[in-house]
């Protein structure tokens, strides 16, 4: 059996929370691993509650996590799950500049209780602050099975 793919839509809210909630744990997962590579090179010390500099590189880290995967395939493995994808508003995978907007800016999406997601629901072209910002914006492309 061979698959193709279906013509695209706007992901739902179920959707989207699922791969929120997904990349999340995978996220939590990669900061645990470098907040240990963290304290590794601290000699086995804890680092300070009010380090700027760790909280730029957990920051980093983030980036480097999403901006790769938003760069190289236009999904980050909870997108993949829920047959999500990012394209560019010219229909092209997103560059690391595009990539970093977005990621900067849905930092900001969230802090006025989520209203730059919420954002969606609201407008009238369906795109979130950081879709806006960056220039891409996300998909549902289910795949189908041809019958035999």
Do not use: C
Not at 43 to 61: C, D, E, K, S, T
Not at 106 to 121: H, K, M, R, T, V
Not at 123 to 144: F, R, V
């Amino acid at each position: 059996m061979t698959e193709k793919t279906a013509p695209t839509q706007k992901p739902g809210p179920f959707r989207l929370l699922a791969v929120i909630f997904y990349d999340s744990l995978l996220l939590a997962s990669a900061l645990l691993v470098a907040t240990a590579i963290a304290v590794a090179f601290n000699g086995g010390q804890a680092i300070g509650a009010n380090n700027p500099f760790f909280f730029l590189y957990l920051l980093g880290v983030a980036l480097l996590f999403f901006g790769w995967f938003w760069t190289h395939g236009g999904q980050t493995l909870g997108m993949r799950a829920w047959q999500i994808y990012l394209i560019s508003n010219n229909d092209t995978g997103i560059s690391w500049q595009q990539a970093f907007l977005r990621f900067m800016v849905s930092i900001f999406s969230w802090l006025p209780l989520g209203l730059g997601y919420w954002w969606l629901w609201i407008s009238p072209d369906k795109l979130s602050w950081h879709d806006i910002a960056s220039g891409s914006y996300l998909i549902h492309q289910p795949k189908q099975k041809e019958p035999r």
